[in-house]
């Protein structure tokens, strides 16, 4: 089965500490993304790559983190820097000529305390 | 200004009902615009999308465009309980990313 991965499905973590939530696909997409979504604000873009060792910075990546060395792979750590980042955080992937076709995993919803 | 914005609701229909979801927009010049469904707990999937001005249709789903007023619209046809869900609007606001609107919550009651 073609799909993304998103682990855990639910995160609790202390206040102060850093926090790396897992994105896999196998869709052999060259194009990932990382989106936050809280009630009432829709989706909003923390990171995205378009290829391996490449990434850009969304509208809101103040206090995150990303990393990208494998085409299957797009981990995104929210630090100890990052305000309130207690959220429902979803992953995507597309293929490169075809963003607006972008597939999303399940979600990892993070509560920090 | 926002480059997308969309009523949040929350509707809530009776089965069978005709749905109108809608969505506005800043820019003339965007021309890609899709409509997202995400069930409660779940990650959004792709209901449809179209290019530039018009409509196109999909079972019970029609999704429409119109560019003169920037406006971007979703029509449910004989609402069913499995409807029920939030529908996010999306448009390619740049060569390599989308921005989405809010979502409106729907419910369709039996």
């Known amino acids: 089965d073609g799909g993304i991965t998103q682990s855990p499905k639910y995160l609790f973590r202390k206040e102060g500490q850093n926090v790396t939530l897992s994105c896999e696909q196998n869709?052999?997409?060259?194009?990932m993304y990382w989106y936050r979504q809280d009630p009432g604000q829709g989706l909003r873009l923390i990171y995205y790559?378009?290829?391996?060792?490449?990434?850009q910075k969304g509208d809101i990546a103040e206090g995150y983190s990303v990393s990208r060395e494998k085409k299957e792979s797009f981990p995104l750590t929210v630090t100890s820097a990052q305000k309130n980042p207690t959220a429902f955080y979803l992953c995507?992937?597309?293929?490169?000529?075809?963003?607006?076709?972008?597939?999303f995993g399940p979600g990892t919803r993070l509560t920090v305390t | 200004q926002k480059e997308v914005e969309q009523d949040p609701g929350p509707l809530s229909v009776p089965e069978g009902a005709i749905v109108s979801l809608n969505c506005t927009y800043s820019?003339?010049?965007?021309?890609?615009f899709m409509w997202y469904r995400q069930y409660s707990r779940k990650g959004p999937e792709l209901l449809m999308y179209?290019?530039?001005?018009g409509n196109k249709e999909d079972g019970r789903f029609t999704a429409q465009v119109d560019k003169s007023s920037k406006y971007i619209s979703l029509f449910i046809r004989d609402s069913q309980p499995s409807d029920s869900a939030t529908y996010l609007c999306?448009?390619?606001?740049?060569?390599?990313?989308?921005?989405f609107g809010e979502g409106t919550q729907l419910t369709v009651n039996p």
């Open positions: 995507a992937s597309s293929s490169r000529d075809r963003l607006r076709e972008q597939y």
């Open positions: 869709l052999n997409h060259d194009a």
């Open positions: 999306a448009i390619e606001t740049s060569g390599s990313r989308l921005t």
């Open positions: 820019n003339s010049a965007f021309q890609y």
């Open positions: 790559s378009q290829i391996v060792n490449d990434f």
């Open positions: 179209t290019y530039s001005s």
